[in-house]
């Protein structure tokens, strides 16, 4: 019997580059050309709270190294998700929340398995 179900498409992701990897952070400017996006769709992914960049006194958006990373990991969610932004920031506050969880039972794990479960 042949399987006549079409072949999975490959997906592949485009890894965002930064600029300055010295200074280690970039202005809106440069951070959305290396990422290939467009300047007004990286303040709105920073008005959702999908990245969380500092600002100097100016109020200027600076994006560090944690940034860049933070974006690769929603584009690839949206992509194999099919979600809005909007509901890609509840999807990673989730996989976060979960993430936290697991590390603090594997700390309370080895407490317990050391014969520490007070600390």
């Known amino acids: 019997m042949s399987d006549d179900r079409p072949a999975p498409e490959l997906v592949s992701y485009a890894l965002t580059r930064m600029p300055s990897p010295a200074a280690g952070r970039a202005d809106i400017t440069a951070f959305s050309r290396s990422a290939g996006m467009h300047p007004r769709l990286i303040h709105r992914l920073v008005a959702l709270g ?8 100016a109020g200027a958006l600076w994006f560090g190294l944690d940034q860049a990373s933070a974006l690769a990991r929603a584009r690839r969610l949206r992509a194999g998700l099919g ?3 909007a509901a890609l920031l509840v999807v990673t506050d989730l ?11 594997r700390r309370t794990a080895a407490r317990q398995a050391a014969g520490r479960p007070w600390e």
């Open 50 to 57: 999908v990245l969380e960049p500092e600002r100097d006194a």
């Open 83 to 85: 979600l809005s932004w």
């Open 95 to 105: 996989l976060d929340r979960i993430a936290d969880l697991e590390r603090e039972l």
